[in-house]
């Protein structure tokens, strides 16, 4: 029986965590680590990555359960990028800004559809307000909603929110740092915008 393809790349992205020094990694990310795991928050919920597997897990409901294939690949990246702790621009840009990309596998245009991740929320805004805050996003005035949700506490991302009018469908957009590729690899972001979807579908 042919293995999910998914699970094998991120069974190879563990592999490949496994060589680098954890003990440097979270001095120059100023994280927690004792003999089990490394701790971080990932969009207000505690995570750990587990020291002899590499497993990426979450706390839910009090308990630690693996982490999803986006989230795991998008922590294997971060923490292992050769720039090390993000330092920010401050600025905020499209995805489609990100057009310098070397060797990238991923063309066209971003696989979050505006349009299509705006629909749970164009009749009920006030549940996309209590979805990011629960998520820790910080409003902000910009559109009509807007929340910068600390996808980690480094790495910050912008959700923007327009409710439809006459000519346009409500849109659901994800701004990011015009630095964030120095520290994500362009694949990656992808793997954070569904996990930043996803956990808000949850929220």
């Given amino acids: 029986m042919m293995r999910d393809n ?3 790349q991120r069974q190879a992205a ?26 971080f ?4 919920t505690p995570h750990r990555l587990l020291r002899g597997t590499a497993q990426v897990e979450r ?11 986006n989230a795991a690949l998008t922590v294997y990246d971060l923490l292992t990028n050769p720039n090390g702790r993000p330092v920010l621009a401050h600025e905020w840009c499209a995805h489609t800004s990100f057009h310098a ?4 596998t991923v063309s ?3 696989m979050i559809h505006p349009d299509e991740s705006a629909r749970p929320y164009e009749k009920d805004l ?6 990011c805050a629960h998520l820790g996003g910080r409003e902000i005035t910009d559109g009509d909603f807007a929340s910068v949700l600390p996808a980690f506490d480094c ?8 409710s439809a009018d006459e000519e346009f469908p409500a849109q659901l957009q994800l701004l990011w740092d015009r630095n964030t590729c120095r520290y994500l690899r362009y694949e990656t972001t992808f793997y954070l915008s569904g996990e930043i979807l996803r956990r808000l579908r949850d929220a």
């Fill in 14 to 39: 563990a592999r490949t965590f496994l060589t680098y020094d954890i003990e440097k990694i979270a001095q120059t990310f100023g994280l927690a680590l004792n003999e089990t795991a490394l701790y």
């Fill in 101 to 104: 990309v070397q060797g990238g």
């Fill in 6 to 8: 998914y699970e094998l």
């Fill in 155 to 162: 790495l910050p991302v912008l959700l923007r929110f327009w």
């Fill in 126 to 131: 006030d549940r996309l307000r209590r979805a």
């Fill in 41 to 44: 928050p990932m969009l207000n």
């Fill in 59 to 69: 706390m839910q409901d009090g308990a630690w359960t693996p982490a999803g294939f």
């Fill in 108 to 110: 066209g245009s971003l």
